[in-house]
């Protein structure tokens, strides 16, 4: 299975660690030789036809040279490689066009997508999806929404005998963290540097904490679980930038966080909302840091499913297991 990886920050780092450090195992154990060909950042794709040498690539990123680590291409070079899955780890963009025209290239030129970029995936899932069937080639994106925590795989290969009911979920780490912090009498600025200081939050935080961030995930994950074509403009959301109510919020005892909330039906609840969870409910477990979802199902009852703590290696341990799926 050979293998192109668009981006190598957070995640690609990490991706590239456990592929490095894994690959006799993922061979032993599922018979996947998983060989990374190309690799691509901002600035430079490096190529091998044999595959890269995995400790080279990460030592000259580390060094800014990874114009040393093997042969230089053109990125637009990536889709006429022998490569079966392109993974797309790269930023967000506020149009997505981006991330859906390289999902296009990839299935017309006959490989898959494995992403953790939800831009593309929330403002032109319709496209996308039509792209990939009519290529019959898969687009996995369990890294995209809720790094580590399983949602739409579990959806997809355990709980196909069961309708949802409903689905809240805490999908988004900034916002949950900044929002606790406010609730425990920090000012929004001291917040936002502490979150920064931390590597959650990133230097123009606005889509986190104005709500779109969540939006996003609210639409990929309704579009996902109810088999909608929704878009950003379909979802209601709303943001911690300006809490008229946050006084009340501090002296009523109660945990709030921003969930992602849905409802199936004829006019199905698509939102990105503050909610209050008082203690005994499922989601009062986690902490702001969690990610994490309660699930009401018909058949196999309210499952609430939940990781301590989320982060980068975490997001690209989904990304990994995405590619095996595939492979
Ligand atoms: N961090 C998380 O915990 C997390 C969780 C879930 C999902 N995600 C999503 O996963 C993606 C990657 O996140 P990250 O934290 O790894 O971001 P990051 O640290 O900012 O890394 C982004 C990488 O993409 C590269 N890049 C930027 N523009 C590119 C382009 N046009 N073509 C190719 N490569 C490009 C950057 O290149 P340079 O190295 O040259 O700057 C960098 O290597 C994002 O879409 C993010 O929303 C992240």
């Known amino acids: 299975m050979n293998v192109s990886l668009v981006g190598l920050g957070h995640i690609g780092k990490a991706v590239v660690g456990i592929l490095n450090e894994n690959r006799g195992y993922f061979k032993n154990k599922f018979g996947s030789d998983i060989n990374v060909i190309s690799v691509s950042d901002s600035k430079t794709t490096i190529y091998n036809k044999k595959g890269l040498n995995l400790d080279k690539v990460l030592m000259y990123k580390e060094r800014k040279e ?23 780890m790269s930023p967000a963009t506020k149009d997505g066009i981006a991330g859906m025209r390289m999902y296009k290239n ?14 593309p995936l929330a403002l032109h899932w319709k496209e996308i999806m039509e792209s990939s069937v009519a290529h019959k080639k898969h687009i996995l994106y ?16 355990s709980l196909k005998s069961s309708n949802i009911l409903e689905f809240k979920g805490q999908v988004s780490s900034t916002i949950n963290f900044v929002l606790n912090q406010l609730m425990a009498n920090v000012d929004f600025n001291e917040a936002i540097k502490t979150a920064q200081n931390m590597g959650i939050a990133e230097t123009d935080y606005h889509d986190d904490t104005n709500g ?19 878009t950003l403009n379909d979802v209601k959301y709303e943001g911690i930038e300006n809490l008229g109510n946050i006084d009340y919020m501090r002296n009523s005892g109660e945990i709030y966080r921003v969930l992602s909330h849905i409802i199936p039906g004829p006019k199905p609840v698509v939102e990105s909302k503050i909610f209050s969870i008082k203690s005994g409910d499922s ?4 902490d702001s840091l969690s990610m994490g979802y309660l699930e009401k199902t018909d058949n196999n009852d309210d499952l609430t499913v939940f990781e301590k703590h989320d982060g980068p290696l975490e997001t690209a341990a989904q990304v990994v297991n995405d590619i095996l799926l595939l492979s």
């Open 142 to 157: 369990e890294s995209a929404v809720g790094g580590g925590v399983p949602l739409f795989n579990l959806n997809r290969y």
């Open 66 to 88: 990874l114009d040393e680590a093997a042969e230089v291409i053109k990125i637009d070079d990536i889709y006429s490689l022998p490569s079966d899955i392109i993974v797309d």
């Open 106 to 119: 990839a299935f017309e030129s006959g490989k898959h997508i494995v992403t953790s970029n939800k831009a």
């Open 212 to 230: 779109l961030d969540g939006a996003r995930k609210t639409v990929i994950i309704a579009n996902a679980l109810l088999g909608l074509d929704y």
């Open 283 to 286: 989601l009062a477990a986690m």
